[in-house]
């Protein structure tokens, strides 16, 4: 059997779009995983980028639960130090009552921005050890009594929902805490592919499954991943220079948003944050998939799909589902 295929959106704006018609978008998308079987959708936060529409992730989730009937939802991730846990309890819980058991809650200890406007947002401790304690009055929040660990205040609100709570990580130390933790890991790896292999190691040599916050009983790895499938190799690459062309971007200091593809054979695109990756036709993009699941162990794939046109993103995400199954 084949892990579990799941989505990581963005919410990408492209050049000549907005925010309004980028959300659309995501909407659209988001219909077709859920008929499609796509087992989640997460919406990543990040801030001061001209190309991301998704920074206030629970207003996005709500959104996508109106739209969809089965496929989970949820964050990849709250970055935690820009807000109060409470509040982040309130609202995830929230969701969980309107919608059911369909939230999950990805937490992350990076701020998703650029140091100015992180101060601008700051709102709890990024320090491992605060970090872990906020996550253990999270989940008294989200618990029977609906009272936080370590402080005496209640959240009627998400008192019961028991939302899913998953540390993200891009290195050892974020690894090292979901294992101690005992919480399932959703590794960056499809923008930070140095320390995979350490990573997935770590996380699993760490975990505990009779921490006072554990939620699972064996170790859980969901592994990120760039996709881009097409009808031939040729196009996909050709499709996947829009990416290419962001990093580079970014490398530069620039914040534009997406820009068309260009030839696949553009100088300067092949970005070493991007190795991670299944591009090409749907034969092609499954094989590699398949290799990275063999690499790594993952027990479940989120795909990170950018593209100019959101036909063409929405051809990709049928064509994978298409060519896993």
Aim: proline letters at 6%.
């Amino acid at each position: 059997m084949r892990v579990p295929l799941s989505i990581l959106d963005l919410v990408s704006i492209s050049e000549g779009s907005s925010a309004r018609e980028a959300i659309a978008d995501a909407m659209s998308a988001a219909r077709l995983a859920d008929r499609l079987g796509y087992a989640r959708i997460w919406y990543a936060e990040h801030h001061n980028t001209e190309s991301i529409a998704s920074s206030a992730t629970s207003l996005v989730i709500a959104e996508a639960a109106h739209a969809t009937e089965r496929i989970r939802l949820g964050a990849g991730g709250v970055m935690l130090p820009n807000h109060a846990p409470l509040m982040v309890a309130e609202q995830y819980g929230t969701l969980a009552n309107v919608h059911g058991d369909r939230i999950d809650l990805g937490l992350g200890r990076a701020p998703g921005t650029d140091m100015m406007t992180a101060q601008a947002l700051s709102r709890s401790s990024a320090e491992p050890q605060a970090f872990a304690q906020n996550i253990y009055d999270l989940q008294g929040w989200f618990g029977p009594e609906g009272t936080g660990h370590s402080t005496p205040i209640a959240s009627v609100v998400s008192a019961g929902t028991d939302v899913p709570i998953w540390v993200l990580g891009s290195t050892v130390n974020g690894a090292s805490i979901a294992g101690q933790l005992g919480l399932p890991f959703s590794l960056a790896s499809h923008f930070a592919p140095d320390q995979i292999d350490d990573a997935i190691r770590v996380y699993r040599e760490s975990f505990t499954a009779d921490a006072p916050t554990a939620q699972i009983e064996q170790p859980y790895v969901m592994a990120g991943i760039n996709v881009m499938v097409a009808d031939s190799d040729a196009e996909a690459e050709r499709q996947f220079t829009t990416v290419g062309q962001m990093f580079a971007g970014m490398a530069r200091g620039e914040r534009g948003r997406l820009r068309p593809p260009v030839d696949a054979g553009t100088p300067g695109l092949d970005s070493p944050m991007l190795a991670v990756k299944a591009v090409g036709s749907p034969a092609r993009a499954v094989r590699q998939l398949e290799e990275f699941v063999e690499r790594t162990g993952a027990d479940e794939l989120i795909t990170v799909t950018y593209a100019f046109e959101p036909s063409v993103r929405e051809r990709s995400i049928e064509l994978l589902a298409q060519a896993w199954d």
